[in-house]
């Protein structure tokens, strides 16, 4: 059986897009690398690990053989963890169609590499390729509240074609062409999410989440133009939206590990504790990397990086926050 899409990641973000597509009569299949997950969406379509709540439309088929998801469909979705996707790739490649459309919803930066998922997927495949970002928790796009995202394209005729398949009467896409400001925007907020989740488990009041939210966007589009992105693009839902979200809505896991650590627990038990990822933490470390590669300064995104990756005392990081040199807005 052939398919019109296949979603490569059965997390509960790949479990709601592959869902949604099924309901529009999509042929979808769901690859998942845990045969528990396979299992238990055959048995009784429900992904008990990752969204236990959704029951998942007969037309999504999963699947754990990866040779299979990558052939099978003209267009690939991947949604994987940004440290997992090299590896994903690598073991992709061999068995895509020529003219198969990559569309990268993953939301990290590389370690080591401080690569995006598209450029880690440009080294591997030379497909056409698209990003989908904005501010979009899965658990409301699963209840079918209404959403608003963007789709990154660089081809115009293609971005229509892949804005169709995607929007639904709930689920609202919109186009852009520059890929990477997208991909910046909905990475690096989740550091500053992780800075949101600590101001308010420190209990510092909306006065200051307000700051921190206005700062943290300030940081993210220095880096972004620094590299080569439109600073328009981060006052759109893939910036300023998705971090309004992540920095305020109770179900941002970003913002959950904030307030872990501003109540004295390690990144160590935090990550132990939980199946799913929470992206600042790994982002964090290549977010502060590459600001120092490109010469900007992101207080913020220092602080997050040394209280995660460092053992520094959130509170001592927001006391040198408030205490840098005084300086102009803009």
Not at 141 to 146: E, I
Request: glycine fraction near 10%; charged fraction near 20%.
């Amino acid at each position: 059986m052939k398919y019109d899409i296949s979603v490569i990641g059965a997390g509960s973000w790949g479990s709601v897009l592959a869902n949604l597509l099924g309901e529009k009569g999509l042929r979808v299949m769901l690859w998942s690398l845990e045969r528990d997950v396979v299992d238990g969406i055959r048995a009784n379509r429900v992904n008990h690990l990752y969204m236990p709540g959704l029951m998942m439309s007969e037309r999504v088929t999963p699947t754990d053989d990866i040779s299979e998801a990558a052939g099978g469909a003209p267009i690939l979705l991947l949604v994987v963890p940004s440290q997992f996707v090299r590896g994903v790739l690598h073991n992709m490649r061999a068995h895509m169609v020529g003219d198969a459309i990559i569309v990268s919803a993953i939301k990290g930066i590389e370690k080591g590499t401080l690569k995006t998922a598209s450029e880690i997927i440009r080294q591997y495949c030379p497909h056409e390729m698209a990003v989908l970002s904005g501010p979009s928790f899965a658990a409301e796009v699963a209840s079918k509240k209404p959403t608003a995202i963007t789709l990154g394209v660089t081809d115009i005729s293609r971005g229509h074609h892949l804005q169709e398949v995607f929007n639904t009467d709930y689920f609202r896409v919109y186009t852009h062409d520059d890929m990477l400001g997208i991909e910046l925007g909905g990475a690096l907020k989740n550091v500053i999410a992780i800075a949101a989740g600590i101001c308010d488990g420190l209990e510092l009041g909306l006065n200051a989440r307000a700051a921190l939210i206005t700062r943290g966007l300030a940081e993210i589009t220095r880096l972004g133009v620094k590299l080569g992105a439109t600073a328009q693009t981060f006052s759109g839902l893939s910036g300023m939206g998705d971090l309004v979200l992540t920095c305020t809505g109770q179900l941002s896991r970003n913002y959950t590990v904030g307030l872990q650590l501003a109540r004295g627990q390690t990144t160590g038990e935090i990550v132990s504790e939980t199946n799913a990822v929470a992206e600042g933490i790994e982002t964090s470390h290549s977010a502060f990397e590459l600001s120092k590669v490109a010469h900007v300064e992101m207080p913020i995104v220092t602080q997050v990086y040394r209280v995660i990756h460092e053992g520094k005392s959130p509170s001592k990081a927001v006391n040198e926050l408030m205490s840098r040199q005084l300086r102009k807005e803009f």
